[in-house]
């Protein structure tokens, strides 16, 4: 397989490395993560302006028809700055959910906006009791005449507090279990009977608890099947697991680079203890860790678009497993060779393995999908 970039990824690898490397330091992280929306708006403005926000749409609806190659090199760039904007949240999520699910209609009337950076989406999916189950859906959603009456509680809905509009599943048919029966709804986040409650995650991002109570969603608002809305849930979460494996490589590789530049600096007994053979040693395994996180982001980049579902579960699966245990590794190296200073609010590394280990739990940590793998036989083929 050719993994060598082509000449357009090319140049817009290096167009986000240089936009994210002259103003995205860490000093400027933690400006941008003070500003009222928790994240940058003369930054998301850039990403519109670079055509970032647009890339995985088709050129119909304003986008550049870009796929996981192009999504897997921005994340990469966002997770060695610890990007703060919501680009998982609207472009992958919410863009990716009404771009393989909505309707023309609906692409036509929204994708050019979100493609422009004027209209911020949430996925509203995760709830109390359904921990990592995609099918566990207790949030109701009951026919009125030519409308639907959503009630329930969202948790965890990533960047839900400063969203336009979110995308909602709720239960249409059977029971809270059931895999048939969901719905997906396109609800205004100042709609009658919404409410957020947003907080700060521990990795420096921002979420929401959301409430519906007796929320009216006319059908035209509904995104596809109003029963059958799993299966696009479930293609558009394996694509973003792919996206925030790369966002993981980059933020693991940040880890390494900051580590041996420590490791070259930092003296004891009148020498750097980058000459100490056994620290050598442990950044050589940290280094393993990264290539062997970086070669099952690929493939989860390569097998995001697959039609067979159980194959590219099976994928998805097998890089959560190695991308969880790698960042562990890492970040758990990286702050024990750098010491004390390791743990400080100051210092980037420790957010980095913050946000790695966020990572890890988003969509399953490595353990559920190792459970995954095993029930489907998909161990052998990983």
Known sequence: MDFDLSEEQRLLKDSVDRLMADRYDFESRQRYAKEPEGWSQALWSAYAELGLL??????????????????????EAFGRSLALEPYLATVILGGGLLHHGGSEEQKTAYLPQVAAGDLRLAFAHTERQSRYDLFDVGTTAQRDGGSFILNGQKSVVLHGDTADKILVTARVAGSRRDREGIGLFL??????????????????????????????????????????????????TDIAIAALAAEAIGAMDEMLKLTVDYLKTRKQFNTTIGSFQVLQHRSSEMFIAVEQGRSMAMFAAMMAQEKNAEERRKAISAAKVQIGRSGRFVGQQAIQLHGGVGMTMEYKVGHLFKRVTMIDTLFGDADHHLSKLAETGGLIAA
């Open 54 to 75: 647009a890339l995985p749409f088709d050129e119909a609806h304003g986008g550049f028809g870009g796929g996981p190659v192009e999504t897997m090199t921005i994340m």
């Open 187 to 236: 609800v205004d986040a100042n709609a009658p009977g919404v409410s957020r409650r947003g907080y700060p995650t521990q990795d420096g991002q921002r979420a929401a608890e959301v409430t519906l109570e007796s929320v009216r969603v006319d059908t035209g608002y509904v995104i596809g099947n109003p029963e059958g809305a799993l299966p696009v849930v479930e293609k558009v």
